[in-house]
């Protein structure tokens, strides 16, 4: 199949939550909810914090797989614990998969930019890889954090002026942390939106 990443709705510039699958030393399989940057048409940039398995995987085989599903039970099993090894298919794909390509490692460096809330500079790796082989099981589009918060944002929206003090800070706060990670992985229309609803706020005397 043709290799091209639009085709499973990966814009250029644009962050999708996948499911990374490695195999272990011990020829057992991993799955790790990773965020993939789609910088080109065939290439995928990632960055993966020191002491996962996925990364240790990566940084020894060089290759591994993306894997697209929206099945919330693989991304809850796969981060608070291990996915049972029936999990897997034939070289570590994920079963439930809609889509997947292979990646082959291009190029591993130390991070540089502290973006992420929690984790300091230097505890991450980031990855730029080349897909070499994709396959689509049923027609899908990669997952972008960004409309789900734009959705979830506007039903707080909703719920704004019924709210008491207390409470209406907490939605401010919320709109805080989704205005963050939109900007940070959203589509254009998502950061208008986003826009929108901060005039909004703003306009009920708030500081968003
Ligand atoms: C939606 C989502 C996206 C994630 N993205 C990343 C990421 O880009 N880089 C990273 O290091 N960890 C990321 N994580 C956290 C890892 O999935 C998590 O630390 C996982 O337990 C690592 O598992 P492993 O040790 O089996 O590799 C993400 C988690 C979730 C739920």
Redesign the pocket.
Known sequence: MEIDLNLIGMEKGRQY?TV?T?ENCDNTY???????ICSAPDKIV????K?????D?IIRQREFYVNITHDAEI?MT???G?LPQDSFGEDGILKSAEAYFKCEVISLKEAVKQSDPIKSKDE?IVIISKVVELVIIKNTNAFN?GFGYVVETLANFTRFDMAGEEQKKEYVDLFREAYRVTRKVGTVNDKKAMDAIKKELENKGFKP
């Open positions: 939550e990374i490695t991993n799955a790790a909810p990773i965020g993939v990632s960055r993966i914090f002491g996962s398995h996925t990364l995987n991304f796969s981060t608070l291990n991450a954090r």
